[in-house]
């Protein structure tokens, strides 16, 4: 069933009625099952913009906070839908920023089936983040997210110069550093 929700901040929804967010979980279901190849995130949000399904205006994507808050609402209804999925046996739902994709329920027997772990569940199930997370935090997310991918870049150029795959772990990095060290001194 289509519904055509009127188009406001996500900042607005600090507090979801179930009604709402059934209608929202069956709309998502739909629109995951089209895209068997799994559909990255940004796509996922544009897809429900063009809908008019999630709570967000057209200057959305641009505002940190924002951003934060249509992601934080899109992940948490992924998680709701994810657990949904698993105990109706109708499907696993993978979550990841690049690739979000329902595949079929394949666990036998399917009475000893337990969902598969995922720290970020419990993050994004507990709405008083998405309440409590300022434009301060969010910020600070930002700056720790490319501090983490200035270090992943340099530690790629160290393990190219060491010779060691990306898989490496920090005794196979010790080992062949001190082999080269012996080597060239």
């Not at 951003?67 to 499907?91: A, D, M, N, P, S």
């Amino acid at each position: 069933m289509y519904h055509d929700w009127t188009l406001f901040p996500v900042s607005r929804i600090l507090i979801m009625d179930p009604e709402t967010r059934e209608r929202l979980l069956e709309r998502l279901a739909a629109l995951l099952w089209r895209y068997p190849a799994g559909i990255k995130e940004y796509e996922l949000v544009q897809v429900l913009k063009r809908e008019k399904i999630v709570f967000f205006d057209h200057q959305s994507l641009s505002d940190p906070l924002e951003l934060f808050h249509v992601h934080f609402l899109l992940f948490h209804l992924l998680y709701l839908l994810r657990t949904r999925l698993w105990e109706q046996k109708l499907g696993a739902l993978e979550i990841h920023c690049l690739k979000i994709r329902i595949t079929p329920f394949l666990s036998a027997p399917l009475e000893d089936a337990v969902i598969p772990r995922d720290p970020l569940q419990g993050y994004y199930l507990d709405w008083h983040h998405m309440e409590t997370t300022t434009r301060a935090d969010v910020g600070a997310m930002i700056e720790s997210f490319w501090q983490r991918l200035a270090w992943d870049e340099k530690r790629g150029t160290a393990l190219d110069i060491l010779g060691l795959p990306n898989t490496a772990d920090t005794n196979a990095i010790r080992t062949r550093y001190r082999q080269l060290a012996k080597k060239h001194h």
